[in-house]
């Protein structure tokens, strides 16, 4: 609902109707948002917000448990529609026929969840984005960290803006055949026992094809140190006011993903420019390494890579059980977008990975 128009007002009875995952709708007072698209990436489970599905939820909001930020505050009223008529007066508003079909056609999943005021804000939504930020300058800081629940356009160039998309299932369906494969590669190789670790020396030993799980481990918490650092301290990095390419880079690399943390189609990595950075790692292992042992220990990064990316997104979008560890992860993950983003200070366990 765009600001600028009167709200619309519903009876108590129209709002009792709308409790069910296909419409689902929550009062603030007297103002009335419709949070059926935020049931599936509510971090407390959809349950909870059905169980309070046509009622006040500002004892809720506020706390205890859990008070919501400004920012969780801010988020919620994307799904604004409207304000409950608690006089009655029926013949002052529309039919209830009428106010279905008009909050029907606009709330598309665009225009119900974003409130971006296409009018003021600092960037125009109406063009890419990847060009603009860099000329936000001071602003940039605060304006990347208010995020929004609408898809982002980089680029006009149809073929770079595809490339920058990719759907989840797009990461296990590319990288894992290729960690079979290499898996079955190096514990073969391994097993011909040829592959020795400082054979130029006296103090030269052979690597058995048992130690390929361990290698293989290790490979994994290797990545998980380098993706923390990486994520630390370049993707949380502060870019300088006056940069406007250094902006840029900081937007493209993973201001983006904080500016819209919901866009689908940019939470994981998209394989065609995976590939760049995953084939540089390949060529540094099996140069700095035998092969099969580099090879090994490439394999578990790229496996620990594709656990991490599924992760990230079922954290964004997934249902985990009350009191799982994915649960307390997907918690604590959510608080990182909403009121600690600036930090970027994760606990290395809880970063997953």
């Not at 600028?4 to 007072?29: I, M």
């Not at 629940?149 to 369906?173: C, Q």
């Not at 919901?262 to 092969?291: H, M, N, Q, W």
Request: one cysteine or more; a neutral charge.
């Amino acid at each position: 609902m765009s600001p600028s128009e009167s709200p619309r007002f519903f009876s108590e009875k129209e709002v009792a109707n709308h409790s069910t995952k296909n419409s689902c709708w929550v009062l603030t007072g007297t103002r009335i948002y419709d949070v059926t698209g935020f049931l599936r990436i509510h971090p407390g489970g959809e349950a909870l917000i059905l169980s309070r599905s046509g009622n006040d939820i500002r004892m809720e909001m506020a706390g205890p448990p859990h008070r919501h930020s400004e920012n969780a505050r801010r988020w919620m009223e994307q799904y604004y529609i409207g304000e409950l008529d608690t006089d009655g007066s029926a013949d002052e508003i529309q039919t209830a026929r009428e106010r279905k079909k008009t909050v029907d056609e606009e709330t598309s999943p665009i225009s119900k969840c974003s409130q971006v005021n296409l009018d003021t804000d600092l960037v125009d939504w109406r063009k890419p984005l990847a060009w603009q930020v860099g000329n936000l300058g001071e602003k940039y800081e605060t304006w990347v960290h208010q995020p929004v629940n609408r898809p982002i356009r980089l680029f006009g160039n149809e073929f770079m803006e595809a490339s920058t998309k990719t759907s989840w299932y797009m990461v296990p369906a590319v990288w894992m055949p290729l960690v079979f494969y290499l898996s079955w590669y190096c514990y073969t190789t391994l097993a011909q026992e040829t592959t020795r670790l400082f054979a130029s020396t006296d103090y030269s030993f052979l690597v058995h094809k048992y130690s390929f799980p361990l290698i293989f481990v290790m490979g994994m918490v290797t990545w998980t140190f380098i993706e923390y650092c990486v994520h630390r301290f370049v993707f949380h990095m502060r870019p300088p006011a006056h940069n406007y390419y250094l902006i840029t880079i900081h937007f493209l690399l993973h201001g983006q993903h904080h500016k819209s943390p919901y866009d689908g189609s940019r939470l994981v990595f998209p394989p065609c420019l995976a590939s760049v950075v995953i084939g540089s790692f390949y060529l540094l292992l099996t140069k700095s390494f035998p092969e099969a042992l580099g090879v090994s220990l490439f394999v578990g990064g790229l496996f620990g890579y594709v656990v991490y990316d599924m992760i990230h997104y079922y954290l964004h979008y997934g249902s985990p059980q009350k009191n799982s560890y994915l649960y307390s992860l997907k918690a604590y993950h959510v608080k990182h977008h909403f009121e600690n983003q600036r930090a970027g200070q994760l606990n290395l366990t809880q970063r997953l990975l």
